[in-house]
């Protein structure tokens, strides 16, 4: 029996699919000889066997493939690489927002979906955490990205990277906010009585955490010259505690957050900006401008909440979570001016 | 499937027979065996199926849950190339988890990151890239320290990295083995178990079947009284009983055997006092076709002794005609099929006379092999006399066709073919003819049947046939005996000339009128039974041929009669036509001058009387002209003399007044004592007379005519006779319209309504003799 069950196995082994009646019938017999009686007696043998493998112990093991492999045979002692695998042709890289792990689920549930509707194939790239997606977008090393404004302005700026879709956040609207809050006990009561504040701001290239508030101090007057003192936590959520926590008497944050926050009372706002265009995909130097126009169309036709829904990974989270609309680089004059004030497109 | 297998297992079994045991006992037992071996070894299978799918699949949740979770925790790792995390996580797994062989994982960007100490094993590489990005059920590894699943996760989708874990599943090997070798244990005691306590009930269930053998044994040997006294309710009870009743029938079926037996005997032995032949022919082996048993009847038909038809193969006495039907019948019997039976064959004895045979058969078993029950009854007398009845059935049915056309009144050639039809289909043959003689003897073909050839072929009367009519005898012609006969030179309407015939005479009251000849295409014996018939027929058709001939006279009488009476009629209308122009003319006008006269003497009386005698006496003469005129017109009528004088006087006045004035001498030879006879007679007479004076009067020219009258005895004969020109009294009778014609014809039928004859004989220039002579009847006296 046991005999037998290694000859299945075997034979499994080769074809890499489940057995058939004419497979065992072929092992055994390797001649092919057409004789009506040898057949009689092949179908009578299968039975049998059937009946034997069924009620033997290792019959219900027997059925299940394997494979065969040696674990202390054949040892590689230097570095091995996975086999390489075949990968996509435009590369897509990204802004981190969230764990490196989400981001990727995320953007890469995009391109799955990027690719069903073109037919094009895409790979996500990580950009490195001590790299630049401006760098990589610029460079050639991606073709599109998924970035902020601020990113977009540097791109432009450095490489005449063109912008084609920007986001709607959950409203449906394709602007955003950047709100300046206090803790909820602060005596400001206007962005003027920062004058001589202490003051956090999220990543240097965040356009909620950094650019919009910089415009907002601007606007009233205010030059980082007038704050006591200002620093760059790297993220909205750090800005937020570093306020919440009293470190900082105001911090630049995203609308969203911001509201969330003043709902729960942990935050106070104590201005909102205008809504300036909202973060988008851009197209580097390298893309062909005919990849750049399937992939714009594509994207305009993204319905994250109805049909593509199934498709994306938690879209939600992301900064477009309603999908997309045509971008043009006139939008964002108010903000390129602020940034090259701010020296955000420098050099 | 299942019919097939069932049907093998079936066939093993037949095939192991010989080599199981043979004692009950010893089969019951080792069949307990084998059933509780199989319960093991199906529970064995059984349990280690759940046992195994349970394992399997406890095994497979805790390899996903771990992939998993170790994924999740290496993902950031991997993103970040972060190869000193992965590579601790990896050794966690390894270390913290039990039965985990072996944790490798990879990034987009890193090498893989693994557990083995002493390097990667390369055959690991095939089971890259996982093919799912959940871990799945894994992939099961035969390894050198036992099967492995291995369960591949990609914690990043959309990046090339994966995390790996073996698992090693030797915990359910081993557990599955525990488990086997108890349940095979635990069936081995059973075993042995069911083996003693299996021994033990089939010796005590068998007990009652060892004694029942006993007494099967013994009713086998004959003891057919033989009973088993056992309680119902159980099988063997139930056997018993069973095995009781079958015995009371067996017993039973023997003493109804032996009456059949005996009523059987008793059935042959009648059936052979009888007559009935009955023989017994082997239906199979080499033997097949051959007498087995015949009874004396049977042997005596085929005129043998039964001893000597034994052996002997039936077809044998049979007429070769009636082998082919034979076999058939046989056949049917075997087929079963009786719609044949009975059959007639024919039989040839040991004299060579041939036998009608009226059989029927059954198949039977006769000292041990198949055999045909031959029943047989001679039917050849009564065959005979069958063929005698359809024989005379035939001739009378013939004669009585023939009756059928001859009696109607049809013209005689319809008559002749008709008959000729009716004689050829009794007689069954297709060709035949009739020759009938004319009035002046020469022979005239009247009918034929079947002729392609007319007359032309035949030299009647000077062929054999002839001889037929000169001496009134039938005769059977052999055309092809050179006698001179042509009528094989007459074809039949299928072209093949006429080789035989048999001639009869057709007679009418002693006459010979024509042959009747009916003929054949072959040589064949007409025998007597046919010429008689044929002679029958002749007979009718000579008889149908008279009447023919008499209803044609009739037919011809009858004609005349109209004609005649027409004549009558129209004569009737001439004579009327000819008195209303004599009264006119004559009469009359006398009449009418009388009044002129009657009118001038009342004018003579008033004016001059003196003139009226003369007048009167004028009138006189004129009334009595016209009274002579009157009277002479009477007489033509009908002479009063012949009813006041009589016949005598009667012809003498007329004679005298219609001849003598026309100077012909009349010389009467009437005696006037003559008597008086009916008023019929006398009449009929005297308008013969009376037409026979006016002819010689009108025609014949006559210088002297003789008239005698004589009453003798029961007739009255009258004889008229002149010397004139005479005349063709054929051709006066056959010319239409003619007076003369019209007044013989007259004549002759006043005599033959009476039942007299008229004579008439004349020719030219011989003049003409004329004689009527009446038969008197009691009252015509």
């Given at each position: 029996m046991a005999g037998l069950t290694s000859t299945l196995s075997r034979t499994w082994t080769l074809t890499n699919q489940r057995p058939t009646r004419s497979d065992i019938g072929f092992l055994h017999w390797t001649?092919?000889?057409?004789h009506s009686k040898i057949h009689h007696v092949i179908r009578r043998l299968w039975l049998l066997l059937s009946i034997l493998a069924l009620l033997s112990p290792l019959g219900a093991c027997a059925r299940e493939p394997t494979t065969s492999v040696h674990?202390?045979?054949?040892?590689?002692?230097?570095?091995v690489w996975p086999p390489v695998r075949e990968d996509g042709v435009w590369a897509f890289g990204f802004d981190r927002r969230l764990e490196p792990k989400e981001d990727v689920r995320m953007n890469a549930s995009l391109l799955n979906w990027l690719e069903a509707r073109t037919g094009l194939t895409y790979r996500l790239y990580v950009t490195p955490r001590d790299g630049n997606v401006v760098d990589d977008l610029c460079s050639g090393r991606v073709h599109f990205a998924i970035v902020g404004t601020v990113s977009y302005l540097q791109a432009y700026h450095r490489c005449g990277a063109r912008i084609l879709v920007r986001g709607l956040n959950?409203?449906?609207?394709d602007t955003y906010r950047a709100a300046i809050v206090v803790p909820p006990?602060?005596?400001?009561?206007?962005?003027?009585?920062?004058?001589?504040r202490t003051f956090a701001f999220g990543a240097?290239?965040?356009?909620?955490?950094?650019l919009i508030p910089r415009l907002m101090l601007q606007q009233a007057?205010?030059?980082?010259?007038?704050?006591r003192a200002y620093t760059y936590t790297g993220s909205h959520a750090a800005t937020a505690n570093a306020v919440t926590s009293g470190r900082f008497d105001a911090g630049g944050l995203q609308d969203t957050l911001a509201s969330d926050l003043a709902a729960r009372g942990l935050v106070r706002i104590l201005a909102l900006s205008e809504p300036y265009p909202s973060s988008g995909i851009v197209a580097g130097p390298a893309a062909p401008a005919k990849t750049v126009a399937i992939v714009q169309q594509a994207l305009l036709a993204l319905d994250p909440t109805g049909t593509d829904a199934a498709a994306?990974?938690?879209?939600?989270?992301?900064?477009?979570p309603r999908g997309f609309v045509l971008a043009r680089d006139a939008d964002y004059e108010d903000l390129r001016r602020i940034a090259r004030d701010v020296g955000l497109l420098e050099p | 499937m299942v019919g097939l297998g069932l049907s093998w297992a079936g066939k093993i079994l037949r095939r192991m027979e010989r080599w199981l045991p043979r004692r009950l006992t010893t089969r019951v037992t080792l069949a307990v065996m084998v059933i509780v071996v199989a319960a093991g070894f199906i529970t064995t299978g059984a349990i280690n199926q759940v046992l195994l799918q349970n394992l399997r699949a406890e095994s497979i949740t805790s390899g996903q849950t771990l992939t998993l979770a170790l994924g999740e925790s290496l993902a950031n790792a991997l993103v970040e190339g972060d190869l000193a995390a992965v590579q601790e996580a990896v050794n966690a797994a390894v270390r913290r988890n039990?039965?985990?062989?072996y944790a490798f994982a990879f990034g987009p960007d890193t090498p893989i990151i693994h557990t083995f100490p002493d390097g990667f094993p390369a055959?690991?590489?095939?089971?890259?890239?996982?093919?799912?990005?959940q871990p799945g059920e894994g992939l099961l590894l035969r390894t050198e320290y036992g099967l492995v699943r291995d369960f591949g996760y990609?914690?990043?989708?959309?990046?090339p990295a994966e995390v790996h874990l073996g698992i090693s599943q030797a915990r359910i090997v081993a557990v599955q083995r525990q488990v086997t070798g108890f349940v095979l244990a635990l069936t081995a005691v059973g075993c042995l178990l069911a083996a003693a306590v299996a021994y033990g009930f089939s010796r005590l269930a068998t007990y009652p079947l060892v004694e029942l053998t006993r007494r099967v044994q013994r009713l086998g040997r004959g003891h057919l009284d033989e009973r088993i006294d056992l309680p119902p309710g159980d099988e063997v009870g139930d056997l018993a009983a069973a095995f009781n009743q079958m015995a009371s029938d067996i017993q039973t079926a023997i003493q109804q055997l032996q009456v059949s037996e005996a009523g059987y005997r008793d059935l042959l032995t009648a059936a052979g006092t009888v007559g009935e032949g009955i023989a017994l022919i082997c239906d199979?082996?080499?033997?097949?076709?051959?007498?087995l048993f015949v009874n004396r009847a049977f042997a005596r038909l085929a005129g043998f002794e039964p001893a000597e038809l034994?052996?002997?193969?039936?077809?044998?006495?049979?007429h070769p005609d009636s082998l082919a039907a034979a076999r058939a019948a046989w056949q049917a019997i075997r087929s079963g099929?009786?719609?044949?039976?009975?059959g007639e064959f024919t039989m040839v004895d040991r004299h060579g006379r041939t036998r009608i045979l009226e059989t029927t058969g059954t198949l039977v078993e006769y000292q041990g092999r198949r055999a045909l029950a031959w029943f047989t009854r001679d039917v050849t007398q009564r065959k005979a006399r069958e063929e005698e009845l359809r024989r005379r059935n035939r001739e009378l049915t013939a004669l009585n066709a023939v009756a059928s056309a001859v009696g109607e009144p049809l013209p005689a050639d319809e008559i002749l073919k008709r008959a000729l039809h009716q004689i050829l289909s009794a007689l069954d043959l297709t060709a035949g003819w009739i020759f009938v003689l004319t009035e002046n003897g020469q022979p005239h073909l009247a009918a034929s049947q079947g002729?392609?050839?007319?007359?032309?072929?035949?030299?009647f009367p000077e062929c054999p046939c002839g001889q037929v009519l000169r001496e009134n005898k039938p005769r059977i012609v052999d055309?092809?005996?050179?006698?001179?006969?042509?009528?094989?030179?007459?074809?039949?309407t299928s072209g093949q000339p006429l080789m035989c015939h048999a001639t009869v005479p057709v007679q009418a009251r002693g006459r010979t009128l024509g042959v009747l000849s009916v003929a054949a295409i072959s040589l064949r014996a007409f025998d007597a039974a046919e010429m008689n018939l044929l002679a029958a027929v002749g007979q009718q058709i000579g008889i149908a041929l008279e009447n023919a001939r008499l209803w044609e006279e009739l037919r011809q009488k009858e004609r005349v009669r109209s004609e005649l009476l027409a004549q009558v009629i129209r004569a009737q209308e001439e004579e009327r036509q000819r008195i209303a122009r004599e009264l006119h003319d004559g009469i009359g006008q006398s009449l009418n001058a009388l009044v002129f006269g009657l009118n001038a003497v009342s004018t003579a009386l008033s004016q001059?009387?003196?003139m009226a005698p003369e007048l009167l006496d004028r009138l006189r003469v004129s009334t009595s002209d016209t009274v002579k005129e009157l009277q002479e017109v009477i007489y033509d009528l009908r002479p009063s003399l012949l009813d006041d004088l009589g016949l005598c006087r009667a012809l003498r006045w007329y004679a005298e007044e219609r001849l003598q004035k026309r100077g012909i001498e009349v010389v009467l030879d009437v005696p006037e004592e003559t008597r008086r006879l009916s008023s019929e007679v006398e009449t009929a007479l005297f308008r013969i007379g009376q037409e026979a004076i006016t002819n010689i009067g009108k025609h014949?020219?006559?210088?002297e005519v003789h008239i005698r009258l004589r009453v003798e005895g029961r007739q009255a004969c009258m004889e008229i006779q002149d010397d004139g020109v005479g005349f063709n009294p054929g051709k006066a009778l056959a010319e239409d319209n003619s007076r003369r014609g019209w007044g013989l014809l007259g004549m002759q039928e006043r005599a033959a309504l009476l039942g007299g004859q008229f004579v008439i004989e004349s020719e030219p220039g011989r003049g003409t003799r004329l004689c009527v002579t009446l038969p008197l009847k009691e009252g015509n006296i």
């Amino acid at each position: 029996m046991a005999g037998l069950t290694s000859t299945l196995s075997r034979t499994w082994t080769l074809t890499n699919q489940r057995p058939t009646r004419s497979d065992i019938g072929f092992l055994h017999w390797t001649e092919h000889t057409k004789h009506s009686k040898i057949h009689h007696v092949i179908r009578r043998l299968w039975l049998l066997l059937s009946i034997l493998a069924l009620l033997s112990p290792l019959g219900a093991c027997a059925r299940e493939p394997t494979t065969s492999v040696h674990l202390s045979e054949n040892l590689l002692t230097e570095v091995v690489w996975p086999p390489v695998r075949e990968d996509g042709v435009w590369a897509f890289g990204f802004d981190r927002r969230l764990e490196p792990k989400e981001d990727v689920r995320m953007n890469a549930s995009l391109l799955n979906w990027l690719e069903a509707r073109t037919g094009l194939t895409y790979r996500l790239y990580v950009t490195p955490r001590d790299g630049n997606v401006v760098d990589d977008l610029c460079s050639g090393r991606v073709h599109f990205a998924i970035v902020g404004t601020v990113s977009y302005l540097q791109a432009y700026h450095r490489c005449g990277a063109r912008i084609l879709v920007r986001g709607l956040n959950a409203e449906g609207e394709d602007t955003y906010r950047a709100a300046i809050v206090v803790p909820p006990a602060s005596e400001l009561r206007t962005i003027a009585d920062l004058r001589g504040r202490t003051f956090a701001f999220g990543a240097p290239n965040s356009t909620q955490g950094h650019l919009i508030p910089r415009l907002m101090l601007q606007q009233a007057g205010l030059t980082l010259a007038d704050l006591r003192a200002y620093t760059y936590t790297g993220s909205h959520a750090a800005t937020a505690n570093a306020v919440t926590s009293g470190r900082f008497d105001a911090g630049g944050l995203q609308d969203t957050l911001a509201s969330d926050l003043a709902a729960r009372g942990l935050v106070r706002i104590l201005a909102l900006s205008e809504p300036y265009p909202s973060s988008g995909i851009v197209a580097g130097p390298a893309a062909p401008a005919k990849t750049v126009a399937i992939v714009q169309q594509a994207l305009l036709a993204l319905d994250p909440t109805g049909t593509d829904a199934a498709a994306l990974y938690h879209w939600e989270r992301s900064e477009m979570p309603r999908g997309f609309v045509l971008a043009r680089d006139a939008d964002y004059e108010d903000l390129r001016r602020i940034a090259r004030d701010v020296g955000l497109l420098e050099p | 499937m299942v019919g097939l297998g069932l049907s093998w297992a079936g066939k093993i079994l037949r095939r192991m027979e010989r080599w199981l045991p043979r004692r009950l006992t010893t089969r019951v037992t080792l069949a307990v065996m084998v059933i509780v071996v199989a319960a093991g070894f199906i529970t064995t299978g059984a349990i280690n199926q759940v046992l195994l799918q349970n394992l399997r699949a406890e095994s497979i949740t805790s390899g996903q849950t771990l992939t998993l979770a170790l994924g999740e925790s290496l993902a950031n790792a991997l993103v970040e190339g972060d190869l000193a995390a992965v590579q601790e996580a990896v050794n966690a797994a390894v270390r913290r988890n039990q039965g985990v062989v072996y944790a490798f994982a990879f990034g987009p960007d890193t090498p893989i990151i693994h557990t083995f100490p002493d390097g990667f094993p390369a055959d690991l590489l095939q089971v890259l890239p996982a093919d799912r990005e959940q871990p799945g059920e894994g992939l099961l590894l035969r390894t050198e320290y036992g099967l492995v699943r291995d369960f591949g996760y990609r914690p990043l989708n959309g990046l090339p990295a994966e995390v790996h874990l073996g698992i090693s599943q030797a915990r359910i090997v081993a557990v599955q083995r525990q488990v086997t070798g108890f349940v095979l244990a635990l069936t081995a005691v059973g075993c042995l178990l069911a083996a003693a306590v299996a021994y033990g009930f089939s010796r005590l269930a068998t007990y009652p079947l060892v004694e029942l053998t006993r007494r099967v044994q013994r009713l086998g040997r004959g003891h057919l009284d033989e009973r088993i006294d056992l309680p119902p309710g159980d099988e063997v009870g139930d056997l018993a009983a069973a095995f009781n009743q079958m015995a009371s029938d067996i017993q039973t079926a023997i003493q109804q055997l032996q009456v059949s037996e005996a009523g059987y005997r008793d059935l042959l032995t009648a059936a052979g006092t009888v007559g009935e032949g009955i023989a017994l022919i082997c239906d199979e082996g080499p033997d097949e076709g051959t007498f087995l048993f015949v009874n004396r009847a049977f042997a005596r038909l085929a005129g043998f002794e039964p001893a000597e038809l034994l052996g002997a193969n039936a077809a044998s006495i049979l007429h070769p005609d009636s082998l082919a039907a034979a076999r058939a019948a046989w056949q049917a019997i075997r087929s079963g099929d009786r719609a044949e039976m009975p059959g007639e064959f024919t039989m040839v004895d040991r004299h060579g006379r041939t036998r009608i045979l009226e059989t029927t058969g059954t198949l039977v078993e006769y000292q041990g092999r198949r055999a045909l029950a031959w029943f047989t009854r001679d039917v050849t007398q009564r065959k005979a006399r069958e063929e005698e009845l359809r024989r005379r059935n035939r001739e009378l049915t013939a004669l009585n066709a023939v009756a059928s056309a001859v009696g109607e009144p049809l013209p005689a050639d319809e008559i002749l073919k008709r008959a000729l039809h009716q004689i050829l289909s009794a007689l069954d043959l297709t060709a035949g003819w009739i020759f009938v003689l004319t009035e002046n003897g020469q022979p005239h073909l009247a009918a034929s049947q079947g002729l392609a050839a007319r007359s032309e072929a035949f030299a009647f009367p000077e062929c054999p046939c002839g001889q037929v009519l000169r001496e009134n005898k039938p005769r059977i012609v052999d055309a092809t005996a050179g006698e001179g006969c042509l009528a094989q030179h007459a074809l039949d309407t299928s072209g093949q000339p006429l080789m035989c015939h048999a001639t009869v005479p057709v007679q009418a009251r002693g006459r010979t009128l024509g042959v009747l000849s009916v003929a054949a295409i072959s040589l064949r014996a007409f025998d007597a039974a046919e010429m008689n018939l044929l002679a029958a027929v002749g007979q009718q058709i000579g008889i149908a041929l008279e009447n023919a001939r008499l209803w044609e006279e009739l037919r011809q009488k009858e004609r005349v009669r109209s004609e005649l009476l027409a004549q009558v009629i129209r004569a009737q209308e001439e004579e009327r036509q000819r008195i209303a122009r004599e009264l006119h003319d004559g009469i009359g006008q006398s009449l009418n001058a009388l009044v002129f006269g009657l009118n001038a003497v009342s004018t003579a009386l008033s004016q001059a009387p003196d003139m009226a005698p003369e007048l009167l006496d004028r009138l006189r003469v004129s009334t009595s002209d016209t009274v002579k005129e009157l009277q002479e017109v009477i007489y033509d009528l009908r002479p009063s003399l012949l009813d006041d004088l009589g016949l005598c006087r009667a012809l003498r006045w007329y004679a005298e007044e219609r001849l003598q004035k026309r100077g012909i001498e009349v010389v009467l030879d009437v005696p006037e004592e003559t008597r008086r006879l009916s008023s019929e007679v006398e009449t009929a007479l005297f308008r013969i007379g009376q037409e026979a004076i006016t002819n010689i009067g009108k025609h014949a020219q006559a210088h002297e005519v003789h008239i005698r009258l004589r009453v003798e005895g029961r007739q009255a004969c009258m004889e008229i006779q002149d010397d004139g020109v005479g005349f063709n009294p054929g051709k006066a009778l056959a010319e239409d319209n003619s007076r003369r014609g019209w007044g013989l014809l007259g004549m002759q039928e006043r005599a033959a309504l009476l039942g007299g004859q008229f004579v008439i004989e004349s020719e030219p220039g011989r003049g003409t003799r004329l004689c009527v002579t009446l038969p008197l009847k009691e009252g015509n006296i």
